[in-house]
């Protein structure tokens, strides 16, 4: 394959073709399954902390989903979700709270076509793969692997039940992003050459508090900790890599063709000193140098950094930032030869900077990004603009469950599918033996087994998702 000239031509064919022509997604359900379009889908969850929540919210709105069943051993989280459904006239969902493994229960119902996993990320492989040896759907959220063999299992087990698995990545659907991703296909950047992204956020409000209040609370984690301080930390504690690389890397892939026509090859990560955590602690109004988690010793770096190089010769640059005082930042860049675009901000259409040589005149200047981005916006945005407002995170949460729920109903394939997931997955324990070897390069499986040659983009061709 002559990736440059392959590149090239789906490029002109991108910017000539209107949305929808290019790709036809393949059957959703590979295997037998008796559902039908004309039927609400039924959906369990399988944990509704705080992040689960969001999602109930959203389906909980539909008039084309059933939400069946919930499984969570926190019974504060069930009542709030029980909320939830009340709140919008909605039934009762079955409760699953008998311990950490009920959710086995809810597996065994009938009367559920797919579930939304929300738990921590401990339990993701687990959960998953019994989710579908089950038969059940899988919407999974984003995390990085805990060992590289749990991406392997991933993809096994798909391969093997044919059950299918949604990578819920919420900020490839980000509003600019989509933008940038239009001007990309409409071969404005040229030939795509380097890539940036991260997670650069602030969490130490998050990682600790004071075991009633989620946020900014106290300085207590673990046991004493609650939602996420309850059970995130302890990786903080006992881990050092790139502990949360989808964020980043999702948007730049689905612009890159990663698993479809190109894909990640190796990488290099490199991880500075942790002094962060120990800080904020020592500092706290609750904390103190003679608190006992001043005593923890975090072996997460404040800034960890990762080099991927892709087959088809680009390079992408991963940031994990969320232990020391900083803005909101996910450091997205896009660099082609015709075009660079870098954001500065949350996702607005204004925080950015954007250069195109030619069209700018070769004036060497930024221009700002916001009437590009309103000139580009991405037809999805514009069809569901008003849907998506008051949705989780600036709307992008309605694309993700928006996607998971209209795919399963017309039987269309997901755009972010378990090959996705297993590769941005494996980030996470590549990059903590890349650390753990001084920086040295590794090799990037091919969860594929060769099928990225010819398997083609699907995510946001059309308006629909």
């Keep these: 394959m002559n990736n440059s000239n392959s590149r090239r031509t789906f490029l002109k064919t991108a910017a000539l073709a209107s949305f929808g022509a290019l790709v036809l997604p393949n059957s959703l359900f590979a295997y037998s399954n008796d559902f039908k379009t004309d039927k609400k889908v039924r959906v369990g969850f399988i944990g509704v902390g705080l992040r689960g929540q969001e999602h109930v919210k959203l389906l909980a709105k539909r008039n084309d989903v059933e939400i069946v069943a919930f499984a969570d051993p926190e019974k504060r989280m069930l009542a ?118 991260g997670y650069q956020h602030d969490l130490r409000g998050v990682l600790f508090n004071d075991g009633v ?23 903080y504690v006992k881990r050092n890599g790139e502990l949360y690389p989808t964020h980043g890397l999702g948007p730049v892939a689905m612009m890159m063709d990663i698993n479809r026509g190109n894909r990640l090859t190796r990488l290099s990560s490199f991880s500075s000193k942790s002094v962060g955590l120990h800080k904020y602690i020592v500092e706290h ?47 997205f860049r896009v660099q082609g030869t015709e075009g660079l675009w870098q954001d500065f901000g949350w996702g607005d259409f204004n925080q950015g900077h954007i250069y195109f040589e030619k069209t700018m005149n070769h004036t060497h200047r930024w221009d700002n ?37 209209e795919c399963i109903k017309r039987n269309i394939e997901f755009p972010m599918d378990v090959y996705d997931l297993a590769l941005w997955y494996s980030i996470t324990p590549l990059s903590e033996e890349s650390i753990a070897k001084g920086g040295q390069v590794v090799d990037i499986p091919d969860f594929t087994n060769g099928k990225w040659k010819t398997r083609k983009p699907v995510f946001g061709m059309t308006d629909e998702f």
């Design 80 to 197: 709030a979700s029980q909320k939830i459904l009340k709140d919008n006239n909605k039934p009762a969902a079955q409760e699953f709270s008998n311990g950490e493994y009920d959710y086995r229960n809810l597996l065994k119902l009938k009367t559920i076509d797919a579930v939304v996993i929300a738990t921590p990320w401990e339990w993701h492989l687990t959960q998953g793969v019994e989710a579908m040896r089950a038969k059940k759907i899988v919407g999974m959220e984003v995390s990085g692997a805990i060992k590289l063999q749990d991406c392997w299992e991933f993809v096994k087990v798909y391969e093997e039940t044919k059950v299918p698995i949604f990578m819920m990545e919420n900020v490839c659907y980000r509003r600019d992003i989509m933008a940038i991703l239009n001007m990309v296909r409409k071969g404005m950047f040229g030939e795509l050459v380097h890539g940036r992204g």
């Design 285 to 331: 109004p609750k904390g103190g140098e003679n608190h006992p988690n001043a005593k923890v010793k975090f072996n997460q770096g404040d800034i960890v950094t990762t080099q991927i190089a892709c087959a088809n010769g680009e390079t992408i640059l991963l940031t994990h930032d969320t232990s020391l005082q900083r803005p909101y930042y996910l450091g």
């Design 369 to 405: 990004t916001e009437k590009w981005m309103k000139e580009h916006d991405h037809p999805m945005w514009k069809k569901f603009e008003t849907t998506a407002a008051g949705a989780g995170h600036g709307g992008m949460d309605f694309f993700v469950m928006n996607t998971f729920i």
């Design 213 to 235: 209040n989620p946020y900014n609370s106290g300085a207590e984690f673990g046991e004493k900790g609650f939602s996420e301080a309850k059970w995130r930390t302890e990786h």
